[in-house]
T-cell receptor, first 114, second 113 residues
Protein backbone atom coordinates (compact mmCIF):
# COMPACT_ATOMS: atom_id res chain seq x y z
CA UNK A 1 0.00 0.00 0.00
CA UNK A 2 1.13 3.55 -0.73
CA UNK A 3 2.58 5.53 2.17
CA UNK A 4 0.78 8.76 1.21
CA UNK A 5 -2.68 8.51 -0.31
CA UNK A 6 -4.97 11.15 -1.71
CA UNK A 7 -8.68 11.00 -2.47
CA UNK A 8 -10.15 11.58 -4.91
CA UNK A 9 -7.59 11.13 -7.69
CA UNK A 10 -9.65 13.14 -10.13
CA UNK A 11 -12.59 15.48 -9.59
CA UNK A 12 -14.68 17.70 -11.79
CA UNK A 13 -16.89 20.25 -10.07
CA UNK A 14 -18.75 23.46 -10.74
CA UNK A 15 -18.06 27.02 -9.71
CA UNK A 16 -19.32 27.75 -6.21
CA UNK A 17 -19.27 24.18 -4.96
CA UNK A 18 -17.46 23.17 -1.77
CA UNK A 19 -14.76 20.60 -2.32
CA UNK A 20 -12.63 18.63 0.12
CA UNK A 21 -9.44 16.84 -0.85
CA UNK A 22 -8.19 14.28 1.63
CA UNK A 23 -4.72 13.06 2.43
CA UNK A 24 -3.67 10.17 4.63
CA UNK A 25 -0.23 8.86 5.46
CA UNK A 26 1.16 5.77 7.15
CA UNK A 27 4.73 7.04 7.51
CA UNK A 28 4.23 8.37 11.03
CA UNK A 29 5.43 11.83 9.97
CA UNK A 30 4.38 14.95 11.84
CA UNK A 31 4.93 17.37 8.97
CA UNK A 32 2.32 17.52 6.23
CA UNK A 33 1.96 19.87 3.26
CA UNK A 34 -0.46 20.82 0.50
CA UNK A 35 0.83 22.07 -2.86
CA UNK A 36 -0.80 22.98 -6.12
CA UNK A 37 0.90 22.50 -9.47
CA UNK A 38 0.19 24.68 -12.48
CA UNK A 39 1.97 24.55 -15.85
CA UNK A 40 4.90 26.96 -15.90
CA UNK A 41 4.59 27.74 -12.19
CA UNK A 42 5.86 24.56 -10.60
CA UNK A 43 4.56 23.50 -7.20
CA UNK A 44 3.42 26.23 -4.84
CA UNK A 45 2.75 25.73 -1.15
CA UNK A 46 -0.83 26.28 0.04
CA UNK A 47 -0.72 25.20 3.71
CA UNK A 48 1.51 23.17 5.95
CA UNK A 49 1.25 21.62 9.39
CA UNK A 50 3.95 20.49 11.80
CA UNK A 51 1.51 18.74 14.13
CA UNK A 52 -2.22 18.55 14.81
CA UNK A 53 -2.18 21.89 16.66
CA UNK A 54 0.07 23.71 14.22
CA UNK A 55 -1.33 25.02 10.92
CA UNK A 56 0.50 27.54 8.77
CA UNK A 57 -0.32 29.40 5.59
CA UNK A 58 1.84 28.96 2.56
CA UNK A 59 2.35 31.37 -0.29
CA UNK A 60 -1.08 30.90 -1.92
CA UNK A 61 -3.57 30.16 0.89
CA UNK A 62 -6.36 32.52 -0.21
CA UNK A 63 -9.50 30.58 -1.13
CA UNK A 64 -8.36 27.46 0.73
CA UNK A 65 -8.66 26.08 4.23
CA UNK A 66 -7.23 22.98 5.89
CA UNK A 67 -7.95 20.64 8.74
CA UNK A 68 -5.48 18.37 10.51
CA UNK A 69 -7.83 15.78 11.95
CA UNK A 70 -5.06 13.52 13.23
CA UNK A 71 -1.35 13.05 12.79
CA UNK A 72 -2.06 10.91 9.75
CA UNK A 73 -4.78 13.03 8.08
CA UNK A 74 -4.63 16.46 6.50
CA UNK A 75 -7.55 17.75 4.42
CA UNK A 76 -7.71 20.68 2.02
CA UNK A 77 -11.00 22.46 1.39
CA UNK A 78 -12.14 24.85 -1.26
CA UNK A 79 -15.14 26.59 0.29
CA UNK A 80 -16.43 28.00 -2.97
CA UNK A 81 -14.51 26.65 -5.95
CA UNK A 82 -13.60 28.94 -8.84
CA UNK A 83 -12.17 28.05 -12.27
CA UNK A 84 -8.67 29.36 -11.53
CA UNK A 85 -8.39 26.72 -8.82
CA UNK A 86 -8.25 24.13 -11.57
CA UNK A 87 -4.89 22.45 -10.95
CA UNK A 88 -3.08 19.35 -9.79
CA UNK A 89 -2.96 19.15 -5.99
CA UNK A 90 -0.33 17.27 -4.03
CA UNK A 91 -0.13 16.29 -0.42
CA UNK A 92 3.32 15.61 1.02
CA UNK A 93 4.86 14.52 4.30
CA UNK A 94 8.26 14.88 5.89
CA UNK A 95 9.81 13.23 8.91
CA UNK A 96 10.92 15.16 11.95
CA UNK A 97 14.39 16.47 12.37
CA UNK A 98 16.70 17.52 9.62
CA UNK A 99 15.50 19.57 6.63
CA UNK A 100 17.63 17.14 4.65
CA UNK A 101 14.94 14.53 5.11
CA UNK A 102 13.13 13.51 1.95
CA UNK A 103 9.66 14.88 1.38
CA UNK A 104 7.24 12.14 0.29
CA UNK A 105 4.41 12.99 -2.07
CA UNK A 106 1.00 11.50 -2.66
CA UNK A 107 -0.14 10.61 -6.18
CA UNK A 108 -1.92 13.94 -6.70
CA UNK A 109 -5.52 15.00 -7.26
CA UNK A 110 -6.49 16.48 -10.61
CA UNK A 111 -9.21 19.07 -9.89
CA UNK A 112 -11.21 20.76 -12.63
CA UNK A 113 -13.58 23.60 -11.78
CA UNK A 114 -16.05 24.42 -14.54
CA UNK B 1 12.07 34.63 1.15
CA UNK B 2 13.58 31.87 -0.88
CA UNK B 3 13.08 31.76 -4.62
CA UNK B 4 14.07 29.15 -7.17
CA UNK B 5 14.38 29.75 -10.90
CA UNK B 6 14.59 27.16 -13.63
CA UNK B 7 15.20 29.10 -16.82
CA UNK B 8 14.75 26.19 -19.24
CA UNK B 9 11.07 25.29 -19.65
CA UNK B 10 11.99 22.45 -22.02
CA UNK B 11 15.10 20.48 -22.86
CA UNK B 12 15.74 17.55 -25.14
CA UNK B 13 18.62 15.12 -25.48
CA UNK B 14 19.53 12.09 -27.54
CA UNK B 15 19.41 8.78 -25.77
CA UNK B 16 22.80 7.90 -24.22
CA UNK B 17 23.95 11.53 -24.30
CA UNK B 18 24.48 13.87 -21.36
CA UNK B 19 22.20 16.76 -20.46
CA UNK B 20 22.40 19.49 -17.84
CA UNK B 21 19.37 21.17 -16.31
CA UNK B 22 19.89 24.59 -14.77
CA UNK B 23 18.65 25.92 -11.46
CA UNK B 24 19.43 29.13 -9.60
CA UNK B 25 18.11 30.17 -6.23
CA UNK B 26 18.08 33.05 -3.86
CA UNK B 27 18.28 32.86 -0.10
CA UNK B 28 19.59 34.97 2.72
CA UNK B 29 20.47 31.94 4.83
CA UNK B 30 23.81 30.18 4.96
CA UNK B 31 22.40 26.81 5.96
CA UNK B 32 19.99 25.20 3.54
CA UNK B 33 19.43 22.10 1.46
CA UNK B 34 18.81 21.65 -2.24
CA UNK B 35 16.82 18.96 -4.02
CA UNK B 36 15.96 17.73 -7.47
CA UNK B 37 12.67 15.91 -7.93
CA UNK B 38 11.48 14.08 -11.03
CA UNK B 39 7.85 13.88 -12.15
CA UNK B 40 7.27 11.27 -14.88
CA UNK B 41 3.98 11.08 -16.81
CA UNK B 42 2.53 9.08 -13.91
CA UNK B 43 2.75 12.48 -12.07
CA UNK B 44 4.36 10.88 -9.01
CA UNK B 45 7.05 13.10 -7.47
CA UNK B 46 10.30 11.18 -7.02
CA UNK B 47 13.43 12.41 -5.25
CA UNK B 48 16.44 12.29 -7.59
CA UNK B 49 19.25 13.84 -5.57
CA UNK B 50 19.91 16.23 -2.68
CA UNK B 51 22.75 18.43 -1.48
CA UNK B 52 23.58 20.08 1.81
CA UNK B 53 24.78 23.63 1.31
CA UNK B 54 27.60 23.25 3.84
CA UNK B 55 29.14 20.42 1.81
CA UNK B 56 31.49 21.49 -0.95
CA UNK B 57 31.53 18.07 -2.58
CA UNK B 58 28.91 17.66 -5.28
CA UNK B 59 26.32 14.96 -4.68
CA UNK B 60 26.15 11.98 -7.04
CA UNK B 61 23.54 9.25 -7.44
CA UNK B 62 24.45 6.78 -10.18
CA UNK B 63 23.94 8.63 -13.50
CA UNK B 64 22.75 11.80 -11.76
CA UNK B 65 25.11 14.40 -10.38
CA UNK B 66 24.93 18.05 -9.42
CA UNK B 67 27.17 21.03 -9.96
CA UNK B 68 26.70 23.10 -6.82
CA UNK B 69 28.14 26.61 -6.98
CA UNK B 70 27.29 28.22 -3.65
CA UNK B 71 28.68 31.66 -4.38
CA UNK B 72 26.76 31.82 -7.64
CA UNK B 73 23.67 30.23 -6.02
CA UNK B 74 23.52 27.69 -8.78
CA UNK B 75 22.51 24.02 -8.53
CA UNK B 76 22.45 22.28 -11.89
CA UNK B 77 21.59 18.63 -12.51
CA UNK B 78 23.61 16.53 -14.91
CA UNK B 79 22.15 13.33 -16.31
CA UNK B 80 24.69 11.05 -17.96
CA UNK B 81 23.90 8.26 -20.42
CA UNK B 82 20.31 9.48 -20.76
CA UNK B 83 17.67 6.79 -20.92
CA UNK B 84 14.12 6.86 -22.21
CA UNK B 85 12.89 6.46 -18.65
CA UNK B 86 14.49 9.77 -17.73
CA UNK B 87 11.83 11.64 -19.69
CA UNK B 88 9.94 13.71 -17.11
CA UNK B 89 9.43 17.11 -15.55
CA UNK B 90 12.31 17.98 -13.25
CA UNK B 91 11.87 20.35 -10.32
CA UNK B 92 14.63 22.01 -8.34
CA UNK B 93 13.84 22.92 -4.74
CA UNK B 94 15.33 24.53 -1.64
CA UNK B 95 14.54 24.08 2.02
CA UNK B 96 15.78 25.97 5.04
CA UNK B 97 14.76 27.15 8.47
CA UNK B 98 11.02 26.63 8.73
CA UNK B 99 11.31 23.56 6.55
CA UNK B 100 9.15 24.64 3.68
CA UNK B 101 10.32 23.14 0.42
CA UNK B 102 10.14 25.80 -2.30
CA UNK B 103 10.21 24.67 -5.92
CA UNK B 104 11.18 26.14 -9.25
CA UNK B 105 8.94 26.23 -12.28
CA UNK B 106 10.15 22.94 -13.69
CA UNK B 107 11.97 21.75 -16.82
CA UNK B 108 10.38 19.23 -19.16
CA UNK B 109 13.02 16.80 -20.40
CA UNK B 110 12.46 14.83 -23.60
CA UNK B 111 14.68 11.91 -24.56
CA UNK B 112 15.01 11.29 -28.29
CA UNK B 113 15.65 7.66 -29.27
Amino acid sequence: DADVTQTPRNRITKTGKRIMLECSQTKGHDRMYWYRQDPGLGLRLIYYSFDVKDINKGEISDGYSVSRQAQAKFSLSLESAIPNQTALYFCATRGNGLPYNEQFFGPGTRLTVL
Amino acid sequence: AQTVTQSQPEMSVQEAETVTLSCTYDTSESDYYLFWYKQPPSRQMILVIRQEAYKQQNATENRFSVNFQKAAKSFSLKISDSQLGDAAMYFCGIIQGAQKLVFGQGTRLTINP
